[in-house]
């Protein structure tokens, strides 16, 4: 199926009426796996046309997803990466261990961003950046586009090399996220160490719920957003 490619509109518009000069593009990976970091990557672009075929990584196939990744590194103004590793994410939650791993990859950008375009229709940045944010801006944004796709195969092969002691989860393939391996192998082995352990899969897995972390974030009174997949889905 045919998708419209993304454009600079919404860069257009910020550049319009904020004056901003410098406009990065924000997305996540990891926010719904069960195992591993969360990654952020901010790009930024300007006003080029992109290369053929940049649209959101989830709709791209790993082996093109690979080639667009390596031609985009090359072609982006700068990007930069942060994560939140599994131990931050079970301390802090997940809106707080996005923003951190965001603000990682901005501050670790060559030039300070004056807006940041921000995928989704949750500002987990706040102040003092200034967001916009776009619902399905790594379909829309060229820059949130160039960062979705970084991202992605960034941790993809984060995950597959923490993957390569512990081959039965199958993390070069799913990346932390579940599936029936995943599940599979949570079942008979218990979590690796590199899974969360607040989250609600552990449910449903009596021989390892003792291993289950209480949320010591859950009383700060900030809104979690969504991100966490039961066990059955």
């Not at 910020?14 to 796996?33: H, M, N, P, Q, S």
Request: charged share 25%.
């Amino acid at each position: 199926m045919p998708y419209e490619p993304p454009t600079h509109s919404v860069e257009r518009s910020l550049r319009a009426t904020t004056g901003a000069k410098i406009v990065a593009g924000v997305d996540e990976v990891g926010r719904g796996a069960w195992a591993g970091p969360v990654t952020v990557c901010a790009a930024v672009t300007g006003l080029r046309r992109p290369p053929e075929g940049l649209t959101d990584s989830k709709l791209i196939s790993p082996k093109r997803r690979d080639v667009l990744a390596e031609t985009l590194e090359s072609w982006v103004t700068a990007h930069a990466l942060g994560h939140a590793s599994h131990e931050e994410i079970d301390e802090l939650g997940m809106t707080a261990a996005l923003r951190l791993a965001a603000v990682r990859a901005l501050e670790a950008l060559p030039v300070r961003p004056d807006a940041v375009i921000l995928d989704g229709k949750h500002n987990y940045l706040g102040a003092p950046w200034q967001v916009r944010t776009v619902i399905k801006g790594d379909r829309s944004c060229v820059a949130v586009a160039a960062a979705s796709v970084i991202a992605k195969v960034r941790r993809d092969k984060m995950m597959a090399e923490l993957g390569i002691e512990h081959a039965d989860f199958g993390f070069a393939d799913n990346a932390g996220y579940p599936s029936p391996v995943h599940k599979a192998a949570l079942e008979l082995r218990g979590p690796t160490p590199y899974h969360r352990l607040t989250w609600a899969y552990l449910d449903a897995l009596p021989q390892w719920r003792h291993l289950k972390r209480a949320r010591s974030w859950a009383d700060r009174n900030v809104p979690e957003i969504e991100g966490q997949l039961g066990f059955d889905f």
